[in-house]
């Protein structure tokens, strides 16, 4: 052969590009190791007492259209995954919550989803992560473990992935003038009674539609298309599209967590996921509508409906009604 700089740029050439194909399998291969061992899918699979210890998590379903831009949470809901029997518990948030926004460095009441927003605005250390895990753990007096933002296109990608989903709806549900994801014009929206198939992106419809029965039904909403997730992706057939799908999720994923952290967040939510499921969403009669001085509609949460909430959650329900008899009798006093 002749090895002229023609002849040797060609070697080199396909010499890089098979060294560029086993990189990127090596990458998937690591990828799919660390996800199984944080699942706990190899037999016999042992992890310390700590791993073994319930797990709370704040979910927020983030509209940042821009990297750039810091972004609201139009879905806000706490997850909390006890390994030792199995269970989850799923407590869902109305976006419009009037309440004080912790850990900026000014005092601020507004609705509970901007925390995202003006964390990152401030600037705060940890950003809108951490201003929302403080604002939603001193509302419901929970600890919360850590924080994940998913942005949309991710709940389209993760749906797309597993072909799509079934959603039962009970009656029907119509927005004449839904918008897109990117603003401008808007189109008519439409889930007829029964069941419905979703693929991404009217899965993406469906959590985002809010206007035909307020933030309930869109609460109720996205609890129905979390089911129907968590449904799919039990055995092979759903768990290693979510597994080719880890690269490019990974880049839209945004959390507070430590990567040691996220492994056994992994293998918590893993373990309980054929476990039962039960859901708690504030109701209409806890939250009173109100109008701010500048104009905007809010609702202003019944405290005793947010610790009764935060208790359930924690499943501790002894310990609440014990606050609660004990406030009847004057035994102690609420803090303001």
């Known amino acids: 052969m002749k090895k002229n700089g023609h002849t040797v740029g060609l070697v080199n050439h396909r010499r890089g590009g098979v060294v560029r194909v086993f990189l990127r399998m090596?990458?998937?291969?690591?990828?799919?190791?660390?996800?199984?061992?944080?699942?706990g899918s190899f037999a016999g699979w042992r992890v310390t007492?700590?791993?073994?210890?319930?797990?709370?998590?704040?979910?927020?379903?983030?509209?940042?259209?821009?990297?750039?831009a810091p972004g609201r949470s139009d879905t806000i809901f706490v997850l909390r995954a006890d390994p030792r029997d199995r269970s989850l518990r799923g407590l869902s948030l109305p976006r419009d919550l009037y309440v004080p926004i912790r850990g900026l460095p000014t005092l601020l009441t507004n609705r509970i989803n901007t925390a995202l927003f003006y964390g990152d605005y401030y600037r705060v250390p940890g950003g809108g992560r951490r201003a929302a895990r403080e604002t939603v753990s001193r509302l419901l007096n929970v600890p919360?473990?850590?924080v994940m933002v998913l942005g949309f296109p991710i709940v389209q990608d993760v749906v797309d992935s597993i072909g799509g989903v079934e959603v039962y709806v009970e009656n029907l549900v119509v927005d004449r003038s839904f918008q897109y994801m990117t603003g401008g014009r808007s189109y008519t929206l439409r889930f007829e009674p029964g069941w419905n198939y979703l693929d991404g992106r009217r899965a993406l419809d469906f959590v985002r539609l809010r206007r035909p029965d307020t933030d309930f039904g869109r609460m109720d909403r996205n609890r129905r298309l979390f089911e129907a997730l968590r449904g799919n992706v039990k055995g092979p057939a759903g768990f290693w599209p979510l597994v080719r799908l880890l690269p490019r999720t990974a880049r839209r994923l945004k959390s507070d967590m430590t990567f040691g952290q996220k492994l056994r967040s992994a293998w918590v939510f893993y373990r309980c996921a054929d476990g039962p499921i039960q859901w708690h969403t504030l109701a209409r009669e806890d939250v009173e509508p109100a109008v701010t001085p500048q104009g905007a509609q809010v609702l202003l949460p019944d405290p005793e409906a947010l610790a009764q909430a935060g208790q359930w959650l924690l499943d501790t329900p002894r310990a609440y009604a014990e606050k609660r008899d004990a406030t009847e009798k004057g035994l102690w006093t609420r803090s303001p």
């Open 49 to 68: 007492a700590g791993w073994r210890q319930p797990i709370t998590l704040l979910i927020l379903g983030s509209d940042t259209r821009r990297d750039s």
């Open 144 to 146: 919360i473990d850590g």
């Open 26 to 39: 090596g990458r998937r291969i690591l990828l799919w190791a660390l996800f199984l061992a944080a699942a």
